[in-house]
């Protein structure tokens, strides 16, 4: 009862609550963010994409965490979310400051997540890291892809944006040399499938 509890509390601070990182966020003090309203909008359309990325990332360590019987490992798991959580309240700053909000679909996007998150750690723990593996792998590289989209401009942005990059992949480190296994060719398209479907309607809605 105290996990599930546990669970829900971290659902609804997910979606309901201002996240406050443990970190500073990541800034280029030497240089000022100066942008049109163009560029403005093409940063908030791809921060709201990250963002949405990071309320995922919630929902999946911590359906992770529940669906494990190892200590160890949830306790690993829960670590991961704290981290995330830093790149959740990053991003919600940042959708302020360009003046735009987060996706209206973050509950679905929430939802969905968990589900394969605890499907996942229902099968096996090996499978679950694997799941970690390359969801972070696929996550790093759109990231790259938005470094190179974001205005040059926005120094702000791609500070984040790369900071972010960089603890996906150690994440996907740490789950390998936990013992994560590769999942199947069929199953990673299908999440490849998946994201670019999030990610395209999250850039709108």
Known sequence: MDRL?????AALRTLFVRPHASRACPTVPAED???????????????????????????????????TRDAGLSAHFRQASQEETDHLAW???????????????????????????????????????GFVVETEQQVAEHLDS????????????????????????????????AGGIPLPLPVRGLMRMAAKVMTTTAHYI
Not at 33 to 50: C, E, H, P
Not at 118 to 127: F, T, Y
């Open 5 to 9: 509890l546990s669970t829900a509390d």
């Open 33 to 67: 963010t100066a942008l049109s309203a163009q560029d403005k909008r093409l940063s908030g359309a791809l921060m709201r994409v990250n963002h949405v990325g990071e309320v995922c990332a919630q929902a999946l360590y911590t359906a992770q965490a529940l669906a």
């Open 91 to 129: 991003t919600a700053e940042r959708l302020e400051e360009l003046g735009t909000r987060p996706s209206l679909l973050n509950p679905l996007w929430y939802a969905g997540a968990f589900a394969l998150g605890l499907v996942a750690g229902r099968i096996s723990d090996r499978l679950s890291l």
């Open 146 to 177: 938005h470094l190179a989209r974001l205005p040059a401009a926005d120094h702000a942005s791609r500070a984040i944006v790369a900071q972010m990059r960089d603890d996906e992949l150690r994440h996907a480190h740490e789950a390998a040399d």
